[in-house]
């Protein structure tokens, strides 16, 4: 079974207008982190925000914020304000386990974003 | 501060030759990590260091790949007798261990084997 699970390949929005990227996950366990990164066609990964799995409010980086539904397990990124810059691949991913020992990130397929004037 | 970065950022080779990436993370970062990512897909884990122990590989690493970190610092991952199969990109991250681990990417080597 897919850990993270990106339902939307691609997404259309027009400048300065809000998105909302989808992201699904599965995972047993208590403590976990859940992550977006924004990938443009260089090729790097630019983290984005984080959110864990015990924080009781919604994680909040600028004009992101992560739309956090624990018991549908969704994490949702929401981007106000779009701009054409905001145009790239992204991705969200999860750490199972919060502590300790060395924590891989899970990814999704990824959405690729369209920011159109 | 400086980022996480790679060379060569681009790397091609024909089947059969040997191939090392160098990964040099952010200055501090404790923790390392290798990624692959092939077209349409996300980063796929693929080994893990904590200063200079690799203390994880994942079961995608066969044993054709290596990497060490040896003194804790850069690190190299290196591909002998390449195959088509591993073009890719092959991304480095970098961490402080603490709660919240925030993994840190550098800009990647994309690999094209002919």
């Known amino acids: 079974a897919q850990k993270i699970t990106q339902t939307q390949p691609g997404m259309f929005v027009q400048e300065k207008e809000a998105v909302t990227l989808d992201c699904t996950y599965d995972?047993?366990?208590?403590?976990?982190?859940l992550f977006w990164y924004k990938q443009p066609s260089s090729g790097e990964m630019i983290f984005l925000i984080y959110q864990g799995s015990y924080d009781e409010q919604n994680a909040t980086e600028g004009r992101y914020s992560l739309n956090f539904q624990k018991a549908r397990k969704s994490a949702n990124l929401v981007i106000s304000a779009s701009q054409l810059g905001d145009s790239a691949m992204y991705f969200c991913a999860m750490r199972e386990g919060l502590t300790g020992g060395g924590n891989k990130l899970t990814f999704g397929t990824g959405t690729q974003l369209k920011v159109e004037l | 501060d400086t980022g996480v970065s790679q060379n060569p950022r681009h790397k091609i080779t024909k089947r059969g030759q040997n191939v090392t990436f160098r990964c040099d993370p952010i200055?501090?970062?404790?923790?390392l990590y290798w990624y692959r990512q092939t077209l349409g897909q996300g980063p796929e884990f693929l080994t893990y260091?904590?200063?200079?122990?690799?203390?994880?590989k994942s079961r995608l690493l066969s044993d054709r790949f290596s990497a060490e970190r040896p003194k804790g610092s850069f690190s190299t991952l290196e591909i002998q007798r390449t195959e088509q199969g591993d073009s890719a990109m092959y991304l480095c991250?970098?961490?402080?261990?603490?709660?919240?681990?925030?993994?840190?990417f550098g800009p990647g080597t994309r690999l094209l084997v002919l």
């Open positions: 200055s501090e970062h404790n923790r």
């Open positions: 991250a970098s961490s402080l261990s603490r709660n919240q681990e925030t993994q840190y």
């Open positions: 995972t047993s366990d208590q403590s976990y982190g």
């Open positions: 260091f904590q200063n200079e122990a690799q203390l994880e």
